[in-house]
């Protein structure tokens, strides 16, 4: 007979729909549409095209996989940061809260709320400070939701995660459309031809592809968050983590096949916006309408996602670090840690800032996370190992298959994806310094606020 939950400590009020919603919500943002030219441009056929989104799923239910064991051995609100904490003491754990609020959780919220201002502004201009509006705005209306409770965000998943991927689907429509009509032939045959895809096939050329492929695929393990409010978590907690990621595969190959019948190869290469010239060509004006909407719909939902997990490892640090007890407050009525939620929203807002003072927007917020991402995806998939050897007793409902080659698999993509992100960064800058080196260098401030807040006594043991 199961225990009943303390009072102040997350529910199981999550059922497999809203999980699933949730994780695809997350991982299913704006890059499917802006990703897919720069793949283009780096395979040398449409196969290996293919064949790259293909093993970026591969790869990320792998990943899943690693995390389904972690999850389901040690359910917690804090994800991540209570693996972390168990496999590498609290020291690490508290850099990774640290790093998840000042730079992963609320870096992707800010430059997701770009990318919904920049779309809306397509549609509904509001002057010159348009973009910068709607992406406060979101940020503002998101957080109010949230903090009335975790039904309300949920449902809002819910909602918001049928049209991102009724969205996805319009595309796969306009490809149909664009292949049965032979549309895709009076696309401009010198856009397709000015910029050929690679020629041969070149490894370099197809680790930069998958560079992009795997940031598309994103944001999966955020599903480790929901594990304890997650029902009948032994049982739901794989199909929910793989599920959702066989279904955004499935959803990302049926797009860029609809880009390939629409633009072939080159025409996507050439392109800056392939849903966009896709949809034009089908439908028009009205096609440029649809795909800013469609846009806009994908970020706004991986906005709402990403703050229903990005408070949770909040709430965990708050009941390990007494001085941070105020984030450890959970609202029972509400089920969602309202104090969290607040501070993370407050500076997502100061990260916009970060993002207009540079000029970049969006890159400037890509280029702000990603290292120190992979630093701790690559972490949590060690905790993997470390657990294993140092706690062999624990029940572990489900163990990741072919133990230990899928995990050194998992590990070795993130160790590649980590030298990546600190290799092809642009030329966004903050008082003189690139924008990947700030992110690094806030995470650095963490070190400092870690010895000052560890004077003072634990608030307990690690989350459960």
């Known amino acids: 007979m199961n225990e009943p939950t303390p009072k102040g400590a997350p529910r199981e009020t999550l059922g497999p729909r809203e999980a699933i919603a949730i994780v695809v919500g997350i991982v299913i943002g704006a890059g499917i549409f802006k990703a897919p030219s720069l793949v283009a441009m780096n395979s040398p056929s449409e196969a290996w095209m293919l064949g790259a989104w293909v093993l970026g799923g591969v790869v990320s239910i792998i990943g899943a996989l690693c995390y389904c064991e972690l999850a389901t051995a040690y359910p917690s609100a804090g994800g991540d940061y209570h693996f972390l904490h168990r496999a590498f003491g609290r020291r690490v754990s508290f850099l990774f809260a640290w790093s998840r609020f000042s730079v992963i959780t609320t870096g992707s919220i800010a430059l997701l709320a770009f990318v919904f201002g920049d779309y809306m502004t397509q549609v509904v201009p509001l002057g010159p400070w348009s973009a910068a509006l709607y992406g406060a705005g979101s940020i503002i209306a998101l957080t109010w939701l949230n903090v009335r409770g975790v039904k309300q965000g949920a449902a809002t998943q819910v909602a918001l995660t049928m049209l991102e991927v009724g969205g996805l689907v319009l595309v796969f429509v306009a490809g149909i459309v664009a292949a049965t009509q032979g549309l895709g032939a009076s696309a401009p045959q010198a856009a397709a031809a000015a910029v050929a895809p690679a020629a041969a096939f070149s490894l370099p050329a197809f680790g ?35 599920g959702s990621l066989a279904l955004v595969t499935l959803l990302y190959l049926g797009a860029n096949w609809a880009y390939l019948a629409g633009l072939g190869l080159g ?116 905790s993997l190992f470390v657990l294993r050897v140092r706690e062999p007793d624990t029940p572990r409902p489900f163990r990741v298959p072919l133990y230990p080659v899928l995990p050194l698999v998992f590990c070795g993509a993130c160790a590649y994806m980590l030298q990546s992100s600190l290799g092809y960064v642009g030329g966004n800058t903050f008082l003189g310094v690139n924008a990947a080196w700030v992110g690094v260098a806030v995470l650095a401030v963490g070190v400092l606020l870690m ?9 307990g043991p690690a989350s459960r």
């Open 208 to 242: 930069f592809a998958m560079v992009f492929v795997l940031l598309t695929f994103g944001g999966w393990n955020e599903g480790a968050y929901i594990s304890a409010e997650l029902r009948d978590r032994q049982r739901n907690m794989v199909p929910v983590m793989v």
């Open 267 to 382: 025409g996507m290469a050439k392109s800056q916006a392939v849903a966009a010239d896709l949809l034009g060509i089908v439908f028009g004006k009205t096609g440029e309408v649809l795909i800013s909407l469609m846009v806009a719909i994908a970020a706004l939902t991986s906005i709402n996602a990403t703050m229903i997990v990005g408070a949770r490892s909040n709430f965990a640090a708050g009941r390990d670090w007494a001085a941070l007890g105020r984030l450890g407050e959970w609202v029972d009525d509400r089920g969602t840690p309202v104090n969290a939620m607040l501070l993370q929203g407050g500076f997502a807002l100061a990260l916009m800032l970060l993002g207009l003072a540079t000029g970049g927007g969006f890159s400037t917020m890509v280029e702000y996370t990603a290292p120190v991402f992979w630093l701790f995806f690559l972490l949590a998939g060690l």
């Open 451 to 459: 010895i000052a807040v560890s004077r003072g006594e634990a608030a």
